[in-house]
């Protein structure tokens, strides 16, 4: 049974910076595009970033291009999102998610993504 486990949420003033991680386990990990979403109160879930299963291929959604940074490590079934200069509009439940690919691409769309984590909570303060 495949399983993702997020970790390292929590409260931060503006301006700080957090690092998530999600570590995977029951899937074969460099076979998966790994995707971070997240939804707000009262919001639609919104992509994030997603990465493809080399590593080598990145993409981040508008809002928090140039801040966030994500990262894998296939020896360790690890992702990670880098977060800088946090602002309010960044709070939310972060979730990383797992989309089985037969080549190095990936996808934005959540609806392509198997596996979900349960979520890990990000609150920034003004």
């Known amino acids: 049974q495949a399983q993702l486990v997020e970790s390292g949420g929590g409260l931060v003033q503006a301006g700080a910076s957090l690092r998530l991680s999600c570590t995977a386990s029951?899937?074969?990990?460099?076979?998966?595009?790994m995707a971070w979403f997240r939804q707000a109160p009262g919001k639609d879930r919104e992509y994030v970033s997603v990465?493809?299963?080399?590593?080598?291929?990145?993409y981040y959604g508008d809002s928090v291009k140039g801040r966030f940074t994500i990262s894998r490590d296939n020896a360790e079934n690890t992702v990670y999102l880098q977060m800088n200069s946090l602002k309010p509009e960044d709070t939310a439940v972060y979730y990383c998610?797992?989309?089985?690919?037969?080549?190095?691409?990936?996808?934005?769309?959540?609806?392509?993504?198997?596996?979900w984590g349960q979520g890990t909570q990000v609150t920034v303060s003004s």
């Open positions: 990465v493809s299963m080399k590593g080598d291929k990145t």
């Open positions: 998610a797992a989309d089985y690919r037969l080549s190095n691409s990936f996808s934005t769309n959540s609806a392509n993504y198997r596996y």
């Open positions: 029951g899937l074969t990990f460099s076979n998966y595009a």
